[in-house]
């Protein structure tokens, strides 16, 4: 064995994507670099036989991409399969494809340098958009220019089920074409350098239950194929050859972490019911449809949140209403779920859009964006509205309007809705009865004038991850003030329970399905207020029901009245733990470890 074989432990920190641990042997994926040659062409006859050589390339990729869409539609695959239209896009951009073929005819370089030169070219751009999410589009771009080199390499396009059983996949980033065939159980979990809260693999890898970490950063650097990984997704670390000793904690961790998941499924069906009988409706978040059997087995009992806005990325084209319809039609009416809450759409500020109507904004998140951006661009709007009465038809349904702020927007959109009612029913298509109307109470003016709010909709949904940024002054995306984040802030517990006081006295539902809903710490504390729904990511369910149903309304009163005594963030928190840790030490035991 050469020194350069000894075998080295790295323990690389990301972001959990997708919670539970798995160690096993690592698969990188597409390693492509050790494919590729570049040569300059010393005849000219040659360019355009490289030039026909690139175009093969390009036909044969795109077939391999229809084939893929078609095997995914097939299977039933992931719902963004339209992001595999947006690779054949790519492969037939003009651009792209003149770009490539320019640098065969000037430069005398063979395809695979030429498109490593279109590459960069476009890297170029992108690496000057300021906008996050479009830069990371770039990735799509790299992907289908990996896909070429792939088949003029004469390699065929490796595909997970090509990797055999029991692996981590170790990728710079994957695409929803590869995470999808994941489904056929061989991966173990899988790890990558790239990805963010709006990577499509983040979402996915959650959706199918995968344990997985992004944002390693340096992970394909460091990780050979075979050497022994743990992937541990719920705290997002990555460990590369560990030692024994590591193995054996983190077998332990598993294990618990395993007997606990059976534990909380165990109960996961039964109603979230207090031992003093008070009742709370338990909903899952979604952002895909595929995650509604993972919702339903975790205990959701509706959803709580639809987050619609993910139907709009990637596309060049804006969704039609049919898309709209369809996507919806796949949520409402589900067995096994008794109501679904659509959200329209929240575009802009932290999420997403190719859409030069949103324009690049200083800052974002106070910018134009959800129920703002629905009001100045109503036609699209209406297309959004048409296919959720339409859906409406097919099951329990509730419409959510995002950051209202104040009375005109809410009542503006109700005009709207009305408007596009009038319009489907004078056309006899049959529409959905008594939906329940709602706004989220996720912007602080919203609070304060709540009363009135109230006088309006059938219920509210506090989005904690918006009302503690706008009221504590936070970007939520900005990791640097992270610390300030905190939704057991003495403000924040008084903003919640305003909504609910006023909500009640009015007569409605007050739900929650910010993240606070499904952090278990808090859960107590929202008995204590009385919330009338929790909805939360479907993996969080199993345990925060576990606690309600261990919990009484009386001592959840008693510990709120105690915190609501105090003065910080802090104390609070500390309190607030170890008063959960006491009362449910097995569902706690990483607080005491710091
Ligand atoms: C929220 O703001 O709490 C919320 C649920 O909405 P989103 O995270 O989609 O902004
Ligand atoms: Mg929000």
């Known amino acids: 064995m050469y020194p350069d074989d000894a075998k080295k432990t790295f323990v690389l920190k990301g972001m959990g994507a997708s919670p539970g641990i798995v160690m096993g042997k690592a698969y990188l994926f597409d390693r492509l670099d050790s494919l590729i040659s570049f040569y300059t062409l010393n005849d000219t006859a040659l360019v355009e036989a490289e030039i026909v050589r690139f175009r093969d390339a390009v036909a044969k990729s795109e077939k391999e991409l ?185 077998e332990e961790k598993k294990k618990l972490e395993r007997e606990g998941k059976k534990e909380y499924l165990k109960h996961a069906q039964l109603p979230a019911v207090t031992l003093d009988q008070y009742r709370v409706e338990i909903g899952g978040n979604i952002e895909f449809s595929e995650e509604i059997p993972s919702a339903i087995a975790n205990g959701a009992e509706g959803i709580g949140l639809y987050r619609t806005e993910y139907i709009y990325i990637n596309r060049e084209q804006l969704p039609t209403e049919e898309d709209h319809f369809a996507s919806y039609r796949r949520v409402v009416g589900v067995e096994g779920l008794a109501w679904s809450t659509i959200r329209t759409f929240d ?59 104040g009375i005109e927007e809410i009542r503006e959109a109700k005009s709207i809705l009305h408007d596009v009612k009038r319009e489907l029913t004078a056309a006899d298509i049959p529409i959905g009865e008594d939906i329940e109307i709602g706004i989220m109470i996720e912007v602080p003016s919203a609070v304060v004038i709540a009363d009135e709010l109230a006088k309006e909709v059938d219920f509210f949904s506090i989005g904690t991850n918006d009302l503690i940024q706008y009221a504590l002054a936070i970007d939520r995306i900005n990791d640097r003030v992270s610390y300030l984040y905190e939704p057991l802030h003495p403000a924040v517990l008084r903003l919640v329970k305003r909504v609910v006081d006023v909500g009640h006295a009015a007569g409605i539902r007050v739900a929650m399905c910010g993240e606070m809903a499904g952090d278990p710490v808090c859960t107590m504390i929202l008995l204590g207020l009385e919330l009338d729904e929790l909805s939360m990511h479907p993996l969080a369910i199993p345990k925060v029901k576990k606690i309600i149903r ?16 105090f003065q910080s963030s802090v104390e609070i928190r500390d309190y607030v733990e170890d008063f959960m840790q006491k009362r449910f030490p097995s569902e706690f035991p990483e607080i005491d470890q710091g």
């Open 66 to 250: 229809l084939e893929v869409k078609n095997k995914l539609s097939s299977i039933g695959g992931i719902e963004p399969s339209y992001i595999i239209d947006v690779h054949i896009m790519i492969l037939n951009d003009g651009a792209f494809m003149n770009n490539t073929m320019q640098c065969i005819r000037d430069m005398f370089v063979n395809a695979e340098w030429a498109i490593r030169m279109t590459v960069d070219k476009y890297r170029e751009i992108f690496d000057k958009v300021e906008d996050d999410y479009l830069r990371k589009r770039f990735n799509d771009i790299q992907y289908v220019a990996q896909m070429i080199l792939r088949n003029l390499a004469g390699k065929k396009l490796e595909t997970v089920e090509d990797i055999g059983e029991g692996v981590i996949i170790i990728a710079q980033d994957l695409s929803p074409a590869d995470t999808a065939q994941m489904k056929f159980d061989q991966v173990l979990g899988f790890a990558t350098d790239v990805g963010g809260k709006t990577s499509h693999t983040a979402i996915v890898a959650r959706s199918i239950e995968i344990p997985a970490v992004i944002g390693l950063k340096t992970l394909t650097k460091v990780v050979r194929t075979n050497d022994d990984v743990i992937v541990d997704g719920t705290s997002g670390v990555v460990i590369v050859n560990p030692d024994p000793e590591i193995l054996h904690r983190y």
């Open 347 to 405: 575009l802009g500020g932290d999420k997403f859009f190719s859409d030069p109507k949103l324009a690049k904004e200083m800052n974002p998140q106070m910018g134009l964006r959800a129920i703002r951006f629905c009001l100045k661009e109503v036609d699209l709007f209406k297309v959004q509205l048409r296919a959720i009465l339409r859906s409406a038809a097919y099951g329990k349904t509730k419409i959510l309007f995002p950051m209202i702020s």
């Open 550 to 565: 261990g919990a009484t309304v009386k001592e959840s009163k008693e510990l709120l009245e105690k915190v609501m005594s």
